[in-house]
């Protein structure tokens, strides 16, 4: 029974969720967990990971370990301020004490009910090691539909040691083996599609269809899309910075060539009237000049921060609801 599984402090599976400002969603979402996996008789453990809220996800967290002392497992931890979710989900997994991992949202887009679904088909297919929600149809503009379609086209061809499946969420549930995988990739620039795809095992994708959230607003803007792109692009490939060697070898020739054509006029030294295309010409390669310079340095400020190593995260608290405080920090 239920409270028999608490005791052995190994779960069948953790489900890993990251909080930020959801407030509003985790007593729903703390609520249709429980009851979900209870009824189906799959011990879990909760690991809410609070990224830094301002409103007052701390609290709620802290009276959540506490009333579900005895009855369920769960942990909370809370950073010090807003770290990202792939930082929270680190942290989370490095809480998790199941045989299983989920990574599921507070916020009710991702349901319970299929995260056992989830849960059974890994259960029931060995030869996978992670099961992954794909989205089949996602309600957003035309726009975001185009941007994300580029993105993909434009990961996967020009990074071609892995792939990344168009329309796969975060949302999955896989093996502890798994887990260990990812903990042990020590990159702070953490692009989880990518670490995904990097780490490989067998993925079984399954189609879902993400629910309207229960409260609040999602967390994404153009912005932060568009960084989180650039983020995956430049930390799985160097391919940007074969390009310059390219556009200067083909600038070289084509100087060259051009070189040949105004070599009479050189040599004769007439006024060449040329103007514009020497402006067009200094302002293209200019340009170019700056814009390699750029990603030269997106590089190298991504090495720099890299070497400083700093931890992933910093949690000020660490609470679980068991009389062993495993696991306390
Ligand atoms: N989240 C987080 N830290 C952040 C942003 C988001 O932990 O800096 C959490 C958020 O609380 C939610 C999940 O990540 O549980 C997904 O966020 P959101 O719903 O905003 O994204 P979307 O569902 O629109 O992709
Ligand atoms: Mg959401």
């Known amino acids: 029974d239920w409270n028999e599984h608490m005791s052995d402090a190994l ?22 967990a429980t009851e979900c996996f209870e009824q189906a008789d799959v011990s879990i453990e909760i690991v809410l990971v609070n990224d830094g809220s301002q409103d007052g996800t701390a609290q709620l967290l802290r009276r959540v370990v506490e009333s579900a002392r005895g009855k369920h497992a769960v942990q909370a931890i809370d950073f010090s301020r807003n770290f990202g979710k792939e930082s929270a989900l680190y942290a989370g997994m490095q809480a998790a004490r199941g045989n299983n991992i989920c990574l599921i949202d507070a916020d009710l887009q991702q349901t ?4 056992l679904r989830m849960y059974k088909l890994l259960a029931d297919k060995p030869e996978y ?62 692009f989880s599609k990518g670490l995904f795809a990097w780490v490989g095992f067998k993925t079984l994708e399954v189609p879902y269809e993400p629910d309207a959230r229960a409260n609040g607003e999602s967390k994404w803007s153009v912005k932060s899309l568009f960084h989180y792109a650039a983020n995956g692009i430049l930390g799985f490939t160097t391919w940007p910075l074969k390009v ?31 103007f514009p295309t020497l402006a067009c010409l200094i302002l293209l390669f ?19 921060i890299e070497g400083k190593h700093r931890p992933l995260y910093i949690a000020k608290e660490h609470l679980t609801n068991e009389e062993s405080g495993e696991g306390e920090r």
């Open 11 to 32: 779960y069948d599976l953790t489900l890993v969720v990251p909080c930020y400002n959801e407030a509003d969603n985790i007593p729903l979402f703390y609520k249709t």
């Open 129 to 190: 090691d992670i099961v992954a929600a794909c989205q089949v149809e996602r309600k957003e503009s035309i726009v975001l539909k185009l941007f994300k379609h580029s993105f993909y086209k434009t990961f996967n061809g020009i990074c071609t040691d892995i792939e990344i499946p168009a329309n796969v969420s975060d949302f999955r549930v896989f093996r502890h083996t798994v887990a260990d995988a990812l903990l042990s990739l020590p990159e702070g620039q953490r």
């Open 112 to 115: 319970p009910e299929d995260a």
């Open 286 to 304: 200019g340009g170019l000049q700056l814009t390699v310079l750029g990603v030269i340095g997106e590089y190298l400020s991504r090495s720099y």
């Open 244 to 274: 310059a060697v390219w556009i200067g070898l083909v600038a070289s020739l084509g100087g060259f060539v051009y070189l040949l054509w105004i070599f009479e006029y050189a040599l004769r030294g007439t006024d060449v009237p040329g």
